[in-house]
Structure formats: C-alpha cells, structure tokens
C-alpha cells in the first residue's frame, strides 16, 4: 500500500503529497509550471517504482485551478442556457467543485458574487437556488402594447419570432374571429423577452384572406401594428380579455426555460378594429413568476 509521495528539486525543501492525489503514470504533471534549467527534478514513490526523470522542460499542470470569475462566468452561462433555471437549485458545493474543477474559496465567492447582483437567492438551511428576475408589471388596457408597456418600465423588449403557418381555423379560432368553419387563418408563435429574459409566449391568429402577407412580413420581423395598419387598420383595441393560472406544459416550460412545475398564466384576448370586427384571437403563456397584471380600468382613449 503506497503512504506517501516523496519529490525532490534541486534548491528546494523536500514536501510530501498523498499518493492517491496524483497520476501514478505523469506523477510530474502536478508540479505547477516549473522551468528546468539545469536542475534536475526526480521523483519517488514509496513502495512503487519511480518516475522518470525530467530535465530542461516546462512541466504543465495537469488540473488547472478554476479562478471565481471562472466559475461565475460558467454559473451564468448554465442560466442564460436553461440548464439552471429559474427556481431551481444549485448543486451542492462538492458536486459543484467536481464539475467546475474550482476550489471551495472560488467557488463560494463566485456564489456570492451572483447572490449581491440578485442571480442566485442563498436560503440558509435550504440551499443556493436560480433567482428569478425581476417582475415585469404588464398593463392591461384598451391600447395594450407589449413593446410601449417594457419600455415605460426601463426594459429592453424584444420578441423572436418561432413559427409561422397558413391553416384551416381550429373550431375556437373561427368562432373567436367570427369567421366560417375552416376559413384559412394565419398562426404565428413568437417569443417575448424583457431584458433578454423570456417571459412570454404568445400565439396569435389572424384572418389570411384580410391580412394574406402576415406570416412572411412576421418572419421578417415586423410587428402585427405595422401590418394592421399598411391594411387599413389604423387603430385597434382590445374588446376582452381571460386570465387563467396552470402548469405548463414540457414545451412551454422549455421554451420559457422554467421548470415545469413552475405555474404560467394563460391569456386570450380578442383585438379589434375600429368598426368592432375581430382582426385578431391571441392565446398567450406567460411566465407567472416574471409577470405582474395590472388591469388598468382608467385607461383614456
């Protein structure tokens, strides 16, 4: 059974290293960056045979050390990717070091470096856990307006969008829209951020006979204001609207990088013109831990 680990460099004191932290294959590849001029570096093993000798080399660390800003930028990368999501927690601190290859010093500095920006919440007795952002209040008026509301509050708002489709109206589309049965609408599935978060997905469908170019000028990125009104619609409000709480589901939570038993919030809100006709039915999922209602029953206009 090997006890320890003797190495010698010439000018140095003799230290001792337990055996089963090092290679017994490249045992010198744990020596720190060390330049052999004409000394020479030798190594013994008790109760195994030695290593080679080395001379005139720079020898390598084998496991860097992860510096705290190492280990921050990886913690934030994991959470900007979803692989930690909001909510979730932190592995312990040992799985933590072995993932990382950080040291406990590195790595709890990084921890609370995150947890002063507001990223990471430290519950004591519970464990580290994703913070979530901060809420976005959405106002919800006659003139509602994603981009106008985000703004208003200091947020960057942007939405991407997914998926765009020409199909029969669903039976509940049609109706929505007072359209006949299978009457050809318009589906775009988009996704909204507020300051590169995502806190929203949003379903919209529209008539394709009235509005026939909207999914190519949506995948172009312009916005359902903008193709309302180069058709004539100038104007539009919203006539109602329906909030319902549930789970989401895997592909909701996915896209909205939460976990999936994290609650969302369902909207359906019907937007009209200003003859009354229904332009457009939109179904909305919205982060319920991101996303604050405010039904706004003063709104002038």
Known sequence: MMRATIHTLA??????????????????????????????CSFHMVGTRPACAVRNREVPEVLKQKNWEDVRDWLVTQMESGELMVGSPLPIESELQKIT?????????????????????VEQGRGTFVAAPPQIVYRIG????????????????????????????????????????????????????????????????????????MAERRQRGESVTDVYCSHGVDDYQRRET??????????????????????????????VGPDGVPIGFSESIWAAGRVRFLIDTQENG
């Open 11 to 40: 000018g140095t004191n003799v230290r001792k290293i337990r055996a089963a932290a090092l290679d017994r294959h490249s045992v010198i590849g744990y020596v720190k960056f060390i330049r052999m001029n004409s000394a020479v």
């Open 101 to 121: 290859g950080a040291g406990r010093h590195s790595l709890r500095r990084a921890i609370a470096s995150l947890a002063e920006e507001g990223r990471l919440s």
């Open 142 to 213: 006659r003139r509602t307006r994603f981009r106008k509301t985000l703004l208003a509050q200091g947020i960057e708002p942007l939405r991407e969008v997914i998926s765009t489709e020409i199909l029969p109206a669903p039976a509940h589309v049609a109706k929505m829209l007072g359209l006949a049965g299978g009457a050809l609408v318009t589906r775009c599935v988009s996704r909204s951020y507020g300051n590169g978060v995502p806190v929203g997905i949003g379903i919209i469908w529209n008539c394709a006979l009235r509005f026939p170019d």
């Open 242 to 271: 329906v909030l319902s709480a549930r789970k989401p589901e895997k592909w909701e939570a996915r896209t909205l990088l939460q976990p999936t038993d994290s609650p969302v919030v369902q909207q359906e809100k019907i937007d």
